[in-house]
C-alpha cells in the first residue's frame, strides 16, 4: 500500500496529534483512519476530543476504526454503530445480515458508496468479499 504525500501528511498529524498508530487511511467525503488494535481509545481522546480537534482542523468528518486480524470483528468494528442481526464468514465471503431495511440501506451506502469501501478493505487485508443480506 503507497501513499501520496498528502495522505501521509494527515496520518502524520493524526498520529501526533493522538499518540497512536495508524494502519491505513481512506478519504472520500470523509477521512477514515484505520488504527492498531488497542489503539482507538487513544485515538479518539477523552470525550473524543482528538477527533473533534482534527475534524476542526482538517475540515472534514473524521471515522476512526480498530483494525482487528479476525475478519468478524474488523467488520462489526467498521460498520460500528450500525447494529446487525449477525456476521458470518462463509466461503470467503464476510455475510453481514442487516437488523433492518435502515439498517441495510445505511451498510450499502449512497450508490454503494460504503459497501465498496468496505470490500476494497477486506480484498487488501483479508482477501475475503463482503456480502450485505
Same mark, same amino acid.
Given at each position: 500500500?503507497?501513499f501520496?504525500?498528502?495522505?501521509?501528511?494527515?496520518?502524520?498529524?493524526?498520529?501526533?496529534?493522538?499518540?497512536?498508530?495508524?494502519?491505513? /487511511?481512506l478519504?472520500?467525503?470523509? !477521512? @477514515?483512519? =484505520?488504527?492498531?488494535?488497542?489503539?482507538?481509545? $487513544?485515538? %479518539?481522546?477523552?470525550?473524543?476530543?482528538?477527533?473533534?480537534?482534527?475534524?476542526?482542523?482538517?475540515?472534514?468528518?473524521?471515522?476512526?476504526?480498530?483494525?482487528?486480524?479476525?475478519?468478524?470483528?474488523?467488520?462489526?468494528?467498521?460498520?460500528?454503530?450500525?447494529?446487525?442481526?449477525? /456476521?458470518?464468514?462463509?466461503?470467503? !465471503? @464476510?455475510? =453481514?445480515?442487516?437488523?433492518?431495511?435502515?439498517? $441495510?440501506? %445505511?451498510?450499502?451506502?449512497?450508490?454503494?458508496?460504503?459497501?465498496?469501501?468496505l470490500?476494497?478493505?477486506?480484498?487488501?487485508?483479508?482477501?475475503?468479499?463482503?456480502?450485505?443480506?
Amino acid at each position: 500500500m503507497l501513499f501520496d504525500k498528502d495522505k501521509i501528511q494527515k496520518i502524520n498529524l493524526f498520529e501526533n496529534l493522538t499518540n497512536s498508530k495508524v494502519k491505513d /487511511i481512506l478519504e472520500d467525503e470523509r !477521512i @477514515v483512519f =484505520i488504527v492498531e488494535e488497542g489503539e482507538l481509545g $487513544k485515538a %479518539l481522546g477523552k470525550h473524543a476530543k482528538n477527533i473533534k480537534m482534527i475534524e476542526n482542523m482538517m475540515h472534514k468528518r473524521i471515522k476512526v476504526i480498530e483494525f482487528n486480524h479476525d475478519p468478524l470483528k474488523f467488520a462489526k468494528n467498521f460498520i460500528y454503530p450500525t447494529e446487525t442481526e449477525n /456476521i458470518n464468514l462463509n466461503n470467503n !465471503i @464476510v455475510e =453481514i445480515k442487516a437488523r433492518d431495511r435502515k439498517s $441495510k440501506g %445505511l451498510l450499502i451506502g449512497r450508490d454503494g458508496r460504503n459497501l465498496q469501501e468496505l470490500n476494497k478493505i477486506f480484498k487488501e487485508y483479508f482477501k475475503l468479499e463482503i456480502k450485505i443480506l
